[in-house]
């Protein structure tokens, strides 16, 4: 939390410093829907479908130059996917009770998690109304709650905390536009793509990573 904090003063403090230059800072709420799927490195466990999530924060871009940026934000990021059990049973261990999750069997996860983004911006000039983007960086994620469900057993959204790893680490690509709406202030859209490059779940023999793609929308001030 005290890292939280500091990261949030960074922000505010880089804020008031940028007002008197509004056209060297740019400053946006969004709110994206996604799909999210797992990625396994073994045949032991079968990705098994996405789950729908929402990615919802502020980004902040500083321009170093007139069509260049550093970006970054913060999000309140829900992430998921199914995981099918192909080879071995697993043991799933929620806050109510433990499960013995047999071969063949489905269990669906779905966290949520605090992600600072880092990255560069590029940005076309504006054509009509609408400026064109492109933006690559990478992200870090801390996991904030998690919840399993196995539709054997009868888990139906319950916590758990020993299978989610605390965080882990993605890049992400992006395209999109802004329609001016006058000023400075635009309507932002477009799409992202995230791919992990560190693990999101704890389970034995394996690297099960996250991958999602979103639909951006936001506001920018």
Same mark, same amino acid.
């Given at each position: 939390m ?9 922000i505010?403090?880089?804020?008031s410093?940028q007002?008197?230059n $509004?056209q060297q800072?740019?400053? !946006?709420?969004?709110? +994206?829907p ?5 990625n ?5 466990? +079968?990705p098994n #479908? ?5 990615n =919802?924060?502020?980004?902040a871009d500083?321009f ?8 970054? #934000? ?5 992430? &998921?996917?199914? =995981?099918?059990l192909?080879? /071995? ?6 806050i +109510?009770?433990?499960?013995?999750i047999a071969v063949?069997?489905?269990i669906k996860?779905k ?5 600072l983004p880092i #990255? ?9 109304? =609408?400026t064109?983007?492109a ?8 996991r904030i709650?998690?919840? $399993? ?9 319950e916590?758990?905390k020993?299978h989610?790893?605390?965080g ?5 690509i992006?395209? #999109? !536009?802004?329609? /001016?709406? &006058?000023?400075?202030s635009?309507?932002?859209?477009g799409i992202?793509?995230n791919d &992990?490059l560190t693990?999101?779940i704890?389970l ?5 990573t ?7 929308i936001?506001?920018?001030?």
């Amino acid at each position: 939390m005290k890292r939280l904090g500091l990261f949030l003063s960074l922000i505010l403090l880089m804020l008031s410093k940028q007002r008197v230059n $509004a056209q060297q800072f740019s400053f !946006g709420v969004f709110a +994206d829907p996604q799909l999210s799927w797992f990625n396994s490195d073994t045949k032991r466990y +079968d990705p098994n #479908g996405p789950v729908v999530g929402l990615n =919802i924060g502020f980004n902040a871009d500083k321009f170093f130059a007139k069509r260049y940026a550093f970006s970054s #934000g913060l999000s309140v990021n829900t992430l &998921g996917g199914n =995981i099918r059990l192909m080879q /071995s049973a697993f043991t799933l261990k929620t806050i +109510d009770s433990t499960y013995n999750i047999a071969v063949g069997d489905n269990i669906k996860f779905k966290s949520q998690y605090l992600t600072l983004p880092i #990255g560069f911006k590029f940005r076309t000039n504006q054509i009509g109304y =609408i400026t064109y983007f492109a933006n690559v960086g990478v992200s870090g994620s801390l996991r904030i709650r998690s919840y $399993a469900w196995n539709e054997t057993n009868s888990v139906d959204r319950e916590t758990t905390k020993s299978h989610m790893e605390w965080g882990f680490a993605s890049y992400h690509i992006g395209v #999109g !536009g802004e329609y /001016s709406l &006058g000023g400075e202030s635009a309507i932002l859209f477009g799409i992202t793509w995230n791919d &992990g490059l560190t693990r999101i779940i704890e389970l034995p023999g394996s690297t099960i990573t996250s991958q999602s793609f979103s639909l951006k929308i936001g506001v920018i001030f």
